[in-house]
């Protein structure tokens, strides 16, 4: 069953105005499946998968490959393997001089990529796909498997919760002592456990001192974990917002497991009665937000205020040049608190909505807004 991404009109245009298009994203999320759709039709493409023995074969004598291939499109999966094919791919789109030439899959960020690949600025365009969002599957779904399963495809489409827990588990194993080993310097085990501390408090702000000294680890390994969790699409780090309010503002970062599915495995629950009644629950709510927002804006930086007072506000962003802020409740009545108030009166948002988990919003007051997810993008798309 294919479902239709929203990503799929950018890719198209980008492989018609730039030689070179990467598609980045978690792995599972979507990226090989999407790529095959939009080039099916075209006779003149190859697909190598390099983490198939038998493509990576064909890649012994890379440029002499690839410059056999020009008059095809080349798509490239889980370029991370291969990094030293940058250098190459940006002779050959040179030499070439035409659009649509490489399609480029990758499971790591453009930061992580870049670290050892020569800069292809000028010549290729970034494109992220998440896994899936609301607005892409809502007509199928109800919110309440979205939120435990999450939207990794092969997790939400599963033929029931406890398949797609199993698919979970297998996932985190696999992406932890298989994927990340890619990576040098990483002790699995001290990965998992800092996964599931990190899903314990989900959506809270980082004290990287006190998560090593849980370990047993210093400070800095926790960073760097954090940041190659951040970098593989498995951790969003979202940073305080703060400008001269004259108070004092919480400046560490919040991080969110970026998936609900893996958030609830990692706390190995299962079913929406366990985590309805989890701790927990409240931040899966933040998270699924987060996600969208994110995964619908992609260009739109999201950021958090609280202060040592107790104001607070769970989202802060810009977007066409209006300042929103969002807060999230995980209630069909919802209602803010004191501190949200005194943070709205701080920050002076030009719009603000309370994301709840309800079919139709209503005007909770004057310049406030109840919404639901698919309300939400809908009305900041039209700002």
Not at 157 to 180: G, P, Q, V, Y
Not at 264 to 289: C, K, M, N, Y
Request: glycine share 6%; hydrophobic share 40%; proline share 4%.
């Amino acid at each position: 069953m294919y479902i239709n991404r929203l990503l799929e009109g950018e890719i198209r245009l980008s492989l018609e105005n730039v030689p070179v298009t990467t598609i980045i994203g978690p792995r599972q999320c979507g990226k090989s499946t999407l790529a095959r759709h939009i080039t099916g039709e075209m006779d003149n493409s190859v697909f190598l998968d390099l983490e198939k023995p038998s493509d990576l074969a064909k890649l012994d004598n890379p440029e002499w490959y690839l410059s056999s291939q020009r008059n095809n499109l080349i798509i490239l999966d889980e370029i991370q393997r291969k990094p030293d094919l940058f250098p190459l791919i940006r002779s050959l789109a040179d030499e070439w001089h035409q659009n649509g030439k490489f399609l480029i899959l990758g499971s790591a960020s453009r930061e992580l990529l870049r670290q050892s690949s020569e800069s292809l600025a000028g010549r290729i365009s970034y494109r992220k796909l998440t896994p899936l969002l609301w607005n892409e599957i809502y007509t199928d779904y109800n919110l309440e498997t979205y939120m435990l399963r999450g939207g990794f495809p092969r997790s939400l489409l599963n033929k029931n919760d406890k398949m797609s827990a199993a698919w979970i588990d297998d996932f985190i194993t696999t992406f932890i002592e298989r994927d990340l080993l890619f990576w040098a310097g990483i002790v699995p085990s001290a990965m998992r456990r800092l996964w599931q501390m990190l899903a314990h408090n989900n959506g809270q702000t980082v004290n990287y001192s006190s998560l090593g000294n849980s370990l047993g680890v210093s400070n800095t390994t926790v960073k760097n974990y954090v940041d190659l969790l951040e970098g593989t699409y498995m951790l969003e780090i979202v940073p305080p917002y703060y400008k001269n309010f004259g108070k004092r503002i919480v400046k560490a970062p919040k991080v969110y497991i970026a998936d609900n599915g893996l958030t609830t495995r990692l706390l190995q629950l299962s079913g929406f009665d366990q985590i309805s009644g989890h701790p927990v629950f409240g931040s899966l709510w933040e998270a699924l937000v987060l996600a969208n927002l994110k995964g619908n804006f992609r260009e739109a930086n999201c950021h958090f205020f609280r202060t040592s007072n107790g104001a607070e506000i769970d989202f802060v962003t810009e977007i066409n040049n209006k300042r929103i802020a969002i807060e999230c409740k995980a209630t069909l009545s919802p209602t803010l608190t004191r501190g949200n108030y005194s943070a709205i009166e701080t920050i002076k948002p030009d719009h603000v909505f309370v994301a709840a988990p309800v079919d139709r919003g209503w005007p909770m007051t004057k310049g406030i807004e109840v919404v639901s997810v698919n309300e939400l993008i809908e009305r900041l798309g039209r700002l």
